[in-house]
Nanobody
Framework: QVQLVESGGGLVQPGGSLRLSCAAS????????MSWYRQAPGKERELVAQ???????YYADSVKGRFTISRDNAKNTVYLQMSSLKPEDTAVYYC?????????????WGQGTQVTVSS
């Protein structure tokens, strides 16, 4: 059983920065793929950034060059550093953990944290 807790969301002005954190329980974090998704009102949930157990990363085109995903396996935590924020980045951001196939390939979700970019 895995539990995920996001933090770091809030209100920020356009051009500003925020750092989201997601802390995971359990012993499978280091072998799992971690992702950040977001969902804006009236839109489908979309993948924003991803980092696998080998530290390979993926970013949506809309955030490339502005967002950075990282992980600290010693702390069982994944981060999303967001810079040059735009109003269109406003959404609820969700942390996702995907266990490796040998451990069931199950997915777990955090509760979400609100990010609002507005002046």
């Amino acid at each position: 059983q895995v539990q995920l807790v996001e933090s770091g969301g809030g209100l920020v002005q356009p051009g500003g920065s925020l750092r989201l954190s997601c802390a995971a329980s359990g012993s499978i974090f280091s072998s799992a793929t971690m992702s950040w998704y977001r969902q804006a009102p009236g839109k489908e949930r979309e993948l924003v950034a991803q980092i696998n157990s080998g530290y390979l990363t993926y970013y949506a085109d809309s955030v490339k060059g502005r967002f950075t995903i990282s992980r600290d396996n010693a702390k069982n935590t994944v981060y999303l550093q967001m810079s040059s924020l735009k109003p269109e980045d406003t959404a609820v951001y969700y942390c996702n953990l995907r266990a490796p196939p040998v451990q069931g390939f199950r997915a777990y979700w955090g509760q979400g944290t609100q990010v609002t970019v507005s002046s």
